[in-house]
């Protein structure tokens, strides 16, 4: 990232990427960057939370959650403690569709903090008062967001809309589900799903190729070398045109909406982008900041964006308002949604949408954590390193018939299904 | 138009291997500080006013927080939306946010455009204008921000009630936001004669964080914000202080959406501004050390140990302009009540305070928060926010570059001191219960 931008010099980030490969085959994407000495390391699995066996819901997450709770010798106790010591981050998590795992040392401890890690990939120990630790904090979590409004209206957003498909579950699992996950479920899913077939990684810092391919294969050779997983049925959002409330004694409302959207290689996909920035993406700017907030104060925060999920593509959006408004609220949005489905993005919010999401792209690599973040999502999306590059290049070809078309596939006839917690007035 | 309660961790940010600093000072007492980062071809622009929620009149709690929504609605030079709608273009992004002491706003955008975003902050320093057609339904905005935030949730609804019992007499007693029943009261003319009394250059503080150097910026700044007359002196802060505090004080909410109870423990102790020499350090260290993840004292004790917790920490809120928080909390594992609890916190500080802490582990702290300053390097928009917190809050450039040698000179008996400075005199103990937990009881 040291090229200045220049009037008509683009510089090129994807140049700046290294495809580094270990003896063994584990390659990862490396920006080399001696500027601030640390390494930060990416990398995901792809196989989440939708692995979670039957009435299991919230395992994948526990296993993930587990990794660096005891290692090989170590209890878990001595394995924060040999982090700590050299200051190394090292954390796990699970979404519905990976197992991801996240890195940062001080570069003068890159050795030690590469060797806890292959320890906590390859050697968990899944000890049981562990397990029972890590399950209590889980259920904890879970009654502690059990009444919480976003959480609330989240939940039942994702039942009815995913009704029967692993997606219509919490990744975290649910109160009734976590208690019954066993030893045996978690290290079967380890052994399952952490494999060097469906493992995607990038890294960041001050390290050189040639030591990273060393470390490679010493943290990623030893796991299997295939997954091996359920397949996922793909899956479009129910429940179009419907409302659900889940009653909450409060005096707002929280207000999730949604519709089918496009997927991330969709040739409509930059242009969708851009009209889903007209609607709600920009602060400020958007349509439906300025006519839900600016001009009527119904509400502090609304938005919507483009979720994908690997089996299943969606536009959500949100807004919070307080109960007697909540009729008014969606009908706001409503309108601008058709309006926008029906004849597209004037040429000004064509042009600025455009500017806008060319312009911010270089906000998303400003640290090393930010840019392996974005490197991990280029690969498990499908993407090769020319995107880098390529991506803007796409967002600024977008011409006024590609806008009007993706907003019409976008948002069509407007329908959403509504999920709301409170307890909205005048539906 | 985000609201921060919480100041970020101390001014961790120097390293005497850290990236370059300027700091100096306009004509017109306008304060500038620059951090080069060369490593991508932007920059964060910060200006920093050194006014916060503690600084709202009586009466009229939630002020600073309302002036800064109202700070996005036009100038005499330009229109509601005229930046906001110009930095999008540039492919930037903006925000604001208030706390306690300080309120900022800030932009990232691509390097080339900071003279841009210099003339929007030096316009709307001076030049805001307000009308009720816009200040009205702002203000409905913050009501329902106020209600997201804090109507939805009985633990924002006990943080609240706690501050309010810790703090009987400070403004920081007060919710940043400020309470509904103010906020409703307030106009433009409030706005307006706050905005008067506060937004000068004397009370400003630039901070530019970037691809960017010296001889760029200081003339830019000169240019746009040197340009705005002084006023003569900065704003004074008048704020009640807080009696001495006999009274431990133990506040319940009980409420039927709580379905995990939780623990919490405040206590009043120096900040960065007020403590004795030394006192500050020990305090980063004693919160670390205490309840700085998995490696922590309370951690080890209470989750891992006696397994009457499943989660523990502390929090140390050093960076202030007067005496400040600090906290213990925890959640219990099921079927331990809060009472129980309470009493194996206390008894682990009591033990600190007999016995201090293992070198062991105050070694590792050390090593832990000394990192966090060389971490913080990757990240421009951090150093920014902590050596505008810290400016803001009264330190100086020299107190955040020396910080890693302070942390470093810490001893065992430093940390015994500090821990002795948490009272439960004077202390508030919050408690958040099911409703079942009443049925139990009566």
Redesign the interface.
């Known amino acids: 990232?040291?090229?200045?931008?220049q009037a008509g010099l683009t510089?090129s980030r994807a140049s700046r990427v290294q495809k580094v490969t270990s003896p063994s085959g584990v390659t990862a994407w490396l920006v080399e960057?001696y500027?601030?000495?640390?390494i930060?390391v990416d990398f995901a699995f792809r196989a989440g939370a939708a692995q979670d066996p039957a009435g299991k819901f919230g395992a994948v997450m526990l296993m993930a959650a587990l990794l660096d709770e005891g290692a090989g010798k170590l209890d878990?106790?001595a394995f924060?403690?040999a982090l700590?010591?050299?200051?190394i981050?090292l954390s796990f998590s699970a979404d519905r569709d990976h197992v991801s795992g996240h890195l940062?040392a001080?570069a003068g401890e890159a050795a030690s903090a590469f060797a806890l890690l292959g320890l906590a990939l390859n050697e968990p120990r899944f000890d049981e008062d562990a397990l029972e630790?890590v399950k209590?904090?889980m259920?904890?979590?879970l009654?502690?967001e059990?009444?919480?409004?976003d959480s609330v209206s989240a939940r039942a957003f994702r039942a009815a809309a995913f009704p029967g498909h692993p997606y219509g579950h919490a990744a975290r699992g649910t109160i009734d589900s976590v208690p019954g996950i066993t030893r045996a479920d978690v290290a079967g899913l380890h052994a399952a799903l952490l494999a060097r077939d469906n493992l995607r990684i990038a890294v960041v810092g001050a390290i050189s190729a040639a030591t990273l391919a060393q470390e490679l294969e010493r943290v990623f050779a030893p796991l299997a070398a295939a997954a091996r997983t359920r397949a996922i049925a793909a899956i479009s959002m129910s429940a179009l045109g419907e409302t659900r409330v889940s009653d909450?004694?409060?005096?707002?409302s929280?207000v999730r909406f949604g519709r089918p959207g496009l997927d991330l290689h969709d040739p409509d996909y930059s242009a969708a982008m851009v009209v889903n920035h007209v609607l709600g993406g920009?602060?400020?700017?958007a349509r439906l900041f300025r006519e839900v907030?600016?001009?009527?104060?119904?509400?502090?925060?609304v938005y919507s964006q483009l979720a994908n999920y690997d089996r299943s593509d969606l536009l959500t959006g949100a807004t919070?308002?307080?109960n007697e408004r909540v009729a008014e609220s969606l009908e706001v949005i409503s309108r601008e949604i058709k309006a926008l489905g029906q004849d597209g993005p004037t040429a000004e919010e064509l042009d600025?949408a455009k500017?806008?999401?060319?312009?911010?792209?270089?906000?998303r690599?400003?640290?090393?954590?930010k840019i392996a973040g974005q490197l991990v999502f280029l690969q498990t999306a499908g993407f090769d390193v020319t995107q880098l590059d390529a991506r803007n290049v796409e967002i600024e070809a977008v011409t006024m018939a590609d806008a009007r078309r993706a907003a019409a596939r976008l948002f069509g006839d407007g329908k959403l299904l509504v999920s709301i917690a409170g307890r909205p007035q005048g539906l | 138009m985000n609201e921060h309660a919480l100041t970020p961790t101390p001014a961790a940010a120097g390293l005497a291997?850290g990236p370059p600093v300027s700091h100096f000072t306009l004509a017109n007492g306008m304060e500038v500080v620059l951090i080069e980062d060369?490593?991508?071809?932007?920059v964060t622009h910060m200006v920093w006013y050194r006014n916060g929620s503690a600084d709202d009149p009586p009466m009229k709690s939630g002020i600073a927080h309302f002036l800064e929504h109202l700070m996005?609605k036009g100038t005499k030079n330009h229109e509601k939306?005229y930046y906001?709608?110009l930095i999008?273009?540039?492919?930037?992004?903006?925000?604001a946010f208030t706390s306690n002491d300080y309120t900022a706003y800030f932009q990232?955008v691509?390097?080339?455009h900071l003279a841009t975003v210099m003339a929007y902050e030096a316009d709307r320093m001076v030049n805001l204008v307000l009308d009720d057609a816009t200040v009205?339904?702002?203000?409905?905005?913050?009501l329902?921000?106020r209600?997201?935030r804090t109507?939805?949730?009985p633990?924002a609804q006990l943080q609240e009630a706690v501050h309010a019992a810790l703090f009987t007499q400070h403004p920081y007693g007060k919710p940043v936001i400020g309470w509904g029943h103010e906020i409703e009261t307030l106009d433009r003319h409030d706005a307006m004669a706050y905005y008067q009394r506060f937004y000068t250059p004397e009370n400003a503080i630039l901070v530019v964080a970037g691809?960017v150097t010296r001889a760029e910026v200081e003339p830019l700044a000169q240019t746009h914000y040197g340009a705005i007359p002084a006023r003569g002196e900065r704003p004074v802060r008048l704020r009640p202080q807080e009696p001495p505090a006999y009274a431990h004080r133990l506040v319940e909410l009980r409420d039927?959406?709580?379905?995990?109870p939780?623990h919490q423990a405040l206590y009043i102790v120096p900040s960065a501004l007020t403590a004795k020499a030394g006192e500050q350090d020990a305090l980063e260290l004693l919160s670390h050390l205490l309840g700085g993840?998995?490696?922590s004292l309370l951690y080890?004790k209470l989750?891992?140990e006696q397994?009457i917790a499943?989660?523990a920490g502390a929090y140390y809120m050093g960076g202030a302009v007067d005496d400040t928080r600090f906290f213990l909390y925890a959640?219990p594992?099921?079927g331990v009540e809060l009472e129980a609890l309470d009493a194996a916190i206390e008894e682990e500080l009591a033990a600190v305070q007999r016995h201090g802490v293992d070198e062991a582990d105050l070694a590792?702290a050390k090593?832990?928060m000394?990192?966090?300053a060389?971490?913080a390097?990757?990240?421009?928009?951090t150093l920014a926010r902590w050596y505008g917190a810290a400016l803001a809050t009264g330190e100086n450039v020299a107190s955040i570059s020396e910080w890693p040698q302070r942390i470093s000179a810490v001893t065992v008996d430093r940390i015994t001191a500090a821990a002795h400075l948490l009272k439960r005199q004077g202390a508030v103990t919050g408690y958040l219960k099911t409703v079942e937990a009443e049925a139990n009881h009566e």
């Open positions: 990232m040291n090229e200045l931008s510089p960057d500027a601030v000495p640390i930060a878990a106790a924060h403690n700590d010591d050299k200051a981050e940062r001080l630790r209590a904090q259920v904890a979590g009654k502690h059990a009444n919480d409004p909450l004694d409060l005096t707002q929280t920009g602060i400020f700017t907030r600016e001009k009527r104060g119904l509400a502090y925060s919070t308002t307080k600025k500017r806008y999401l060319t312009g911010s792209y270089a906000l690599f400003d640290t090393s954590s | 291997a060369h490593r991508a071809p932007v996005f939306g906001s709608n999008a273009d540039l492919g930037g992004q903006e925000n990232r691509a390097r080339e009205n339904p702002e203000r409905d905005v913050v329902e921000e209600r997201m109507d939805n949730d633990a691809d039927a959406k709580v379905e995990q939780s993840g998995q490696t080890r989750v891992l397994q499943v989660a959640v594992a099921e590792r090593t832990r000394i990192a966090d060389v971490y390097q990757d990240s421009q928009a």
